[in-house]
Each structure stands twice: as C-alpha cells, then as structure tokens.
C-alpha cells in the first residue's frame, strides 16, 4: 500500500515539475496592424510554442512576430512609435523571428485555404534559449489598412529538463 501511494506521489510530483505549459485563446480585433498577443518566460533548452490561427479575411501578409527581452528587440519597439514596418525590420536578421502566416508556404507556416474560404493556420515552433529570457509575440499585417481579425489558440511550453530550480518557483521567477 505504502510503495504505491509513494509510486503515485512520485508520478503526481513529476508532472508537476515537468511540464508548465501556458494557453491562451482568444478572438484579436483592432485597428492597429500591429498588436502584442503574449509573453512568456521560456526556460533553458527547448520551449515550444504551438498556435491555431483563423483569419478573418482581410489580412493579406499578416505574420508572427516574435521578440525577446534583450534591449534592442522588446524593449525598442514597445512601447515606441515606431511604425509596424520598422518593428518588422529589427527582426529581419533574426533567428527565424518572423513566421509568416501565408498559405502559399503551407509547410511553413500550416495556413490552408478550407472550402468555406476561412484560412486556418496550424503549427509548431521550437525555441532554444541560452539562459530564461522572456517572449514576446505579437502579430502584424503592415500592409493592413482596417486592422487585424484573428481568432488564435496559442501553447506554449517549457520542455523536461533539470528541476531543482522549479521545485519551490514558478517559472515566471527566473525571468527578470
Ligand atoms: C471578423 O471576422 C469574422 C469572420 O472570421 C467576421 O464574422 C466578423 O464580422 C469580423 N469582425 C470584424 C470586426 O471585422
Ligand atoms: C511618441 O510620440 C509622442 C508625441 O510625439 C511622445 O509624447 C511620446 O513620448 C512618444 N513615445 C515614445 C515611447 O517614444
């Protein structure tokens, strides 16, 4: 009896460690082509970040944006009035920061064109981080001129590894 309560304590206990994962869900509509959807402290190793995306129509290049904490990627453009070209173009030489979400990539981004001519995207991002740094994603269409309409799903997840540091803090503590 004792040796399986332990063995349920200890699988209880390991979920508990192993995985944070954050979703969000929601319905985005404004006039800006430029809006912040979420951040999240991504821990060393790998984190994945998962999205479901409807559009309401009328976004012809809309894309992910994602951004980290270091001065001159977050911090720069919000908030700032920059233009949503100019907080595009500080990721342009980044590490695959910017997703578009086009269905003329469909492997890339998992945007498909349904027979009700609602497009739907579906996909996965690993991230790779050297230390905990904060995400910040947002979603941009700069060639819109009535804002966005997007239903979204978004995941995100910090992946298995060490856990003696978030045996006692939630992972939101290591971000500063
Ligand atoms: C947003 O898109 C949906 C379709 O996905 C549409 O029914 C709705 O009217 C749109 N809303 C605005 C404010 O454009
Ligand atoms: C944006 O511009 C306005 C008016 O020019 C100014 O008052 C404000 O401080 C600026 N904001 C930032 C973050 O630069």
Same mark, same amino acid.
């Given at each position: 009896? +004792?040796?399986?309560?332990?063995?349920? +304590?200890?699988?209880?206990? +390991?979920?508990?460690?192993?995985?944070?994962?954050?979703i969000? %869900?929601?319905?985005?509509?404004?006039?800006?082509? $430029?809006?912040?959807?979420a951040?999240?402290?991504?821990? =060393?190793? %790998?984190?994945?970040?998962?999205?479901?995306?409807?559009?309401?129509?009328?976004e %012809?290049?809309l !894309?992910?944006?994602?951004?980290?904490?270091?001065?001159? *990627?977050w911090p720069?453009?919000?908030?700032?009035? !920059?233009?949503?070209?100019?907080?595009?173009a500080?990721?342009?030489?980044?590490?695959? %920061?910017?997703?578009?979400?086009? =269905?003329?990539?469909?492997e890339?981004?998992?945007?498909? *064109?349904?027979?009700?001519?609602?497009?739907?995207c579906?996909?996965?991002?690993?991230?790779?981080?050297?230390?905990p740094?904060? $995400?910040?994603?947002?979603?941009?269409?700069?060639?819109? !001129?009535?804002?966005?309409?997007?239903?979204? $799903?978004?995941?995100? =997840?910090?992946?298995?590894h060490?856990? +003696? $540091?978030?045996e006692?803090?939630s992972?939101d503590?290591?971000? !500063?």
């Amino acid at each position: 009896m +004792f040796s399986i309560l332990l063995f349920f +304590f200890i699988i209880f206990k +390991f979920l508990l460690i192993y995985s944070e994962t954050k979703i969000l %869900q929601g319905h985005l509509v404004t006039r800006e082509n $430029w809006a912040f959807l979420a951040r999240f402290c991504f821990l =060393t190793e %790998q984190g994945t970040f998962r999205y479901e995306f409807e559009l309401g129509g009328n976004e %012809q290049n809309l !894309k992910i944006l994602l951004y980290y904490d270091a001065p001159n *990627q977050w911090p720069s453009v919000y908030p700032s009035n !920059k233009t949503c070209m100019e907080k595009e173009a500080i990721l342009w030489d980044g590490i695959g %920061q910017i997703v578009p979400l086009s =269905t003329s990539i469909p492997e890339e981004s998992g945007c498909v *064109q349904k027979e009700d001519a609602i497009i739907r995207c579906s996909n996965y991002r690993r991230f790779r981080s050297s230390r905990p740094r904060w $995400w910040f994603i947002a979603l941009a269409d700069c060639s819109s !001129k009535t804002g966005l309409n997007i239903s979204y $799903w978004i995941s995100l =997840t910090n992946a298995p590894h060490g856990y +003696f $540091w978030k045996e006692h803090f939630s992972a939101d503590e290591f971000c !500063k």
